[in-house]
């Protein structure tokens, strides 16, 4: 496998860069290399990788800090009015603070997302198998940690499973008892 040819100034400045950025077509620009170049280093370099993962982070940080502030501290727009920019008595725009709402429950949607655990839901392979799947998929509600709507289509898969089982018990039943289905026809 060969090694891509990047020089350290060039890989600092492409780090540097995608942080600040948050933008890979950016960040190559200003660096002065090529997509195909980063991406194959990154392949081959586990450091670039992590690096190149700390700069991501690092730029979304600071997106997520910029809509913070603007959803809550909002953002002063100047007042219009039948189309006109309205002025005071000086001449000078009146401004006006606007907030984000959607901006706002995006933010909180997200940050209840990032602190959900992943459920583990036990293998089916019996009943009882699913009596732990509806069990764990309430006690995840109940901590918050999915919410109802994920918990209704968890529970149709557990539904599921039960009617397969059911359904190939009563199937079995009859060839497990030595009944076959000529016999039971009559």
């Known amino acids: 496998m060969r090694k891509s040819k990047l020089t350290q100034a060039c890989r600092s400045r492409f780090l540097e860069a995608l ?9 190559v620009k200003i660096a002065g290399t090529s997509r195909t170049r980063v991406y194959e ?51 000078q725009p009146i401004m006006v603070r606007r907030y984000s709402d959607r901006l706002l ?7 209840r997302s990032s602190r959900r655990k ?8 019996s009943g009882e198998d699913a009596a732990d799947a509806v069990t764990a998929i309430f006690e995840a509600v ?7 709507e994920e918990a209704v289509e968890l529970s149709r898969l557990v539904d599921v499973f039960l009617k397969t089982i059911e ?20």
């Open 142 to 148: 109940a901590g918050g940690d999915i919410t109802t």
């Open 19 to 27: 942080s600040e950025t948050g933008s890979v077509s950016n960040a």
């Open 41 to 91: 280093l990154r392949k081959n370099d586990v450091e670039f990788a992590w690096a190149w993962d700390d700069a991501e982070q690092r730029a979304f940080d600071r997106l997520r800090e910029e809509a913070t502030r603007r959803a809550v501290e909002g953002v002063a727009e100047p007042l219009v009015s039948a189309g006109k920019l309205v002025r005071d008595e000086h001449g």
């Open 167 to 186: 359904q190939s018990r009563s199937d079995s039943w009859p060839q497990f008892y030595g009944v076959t289905t000529a016999t039971r026809r009559r």
């Open 105 to 111: 429950l995006s933010l909180l949607n997200s940050k």
């Open 118 to 125: 992943k459920l583990e839901l036990p293998l089916l392979r």
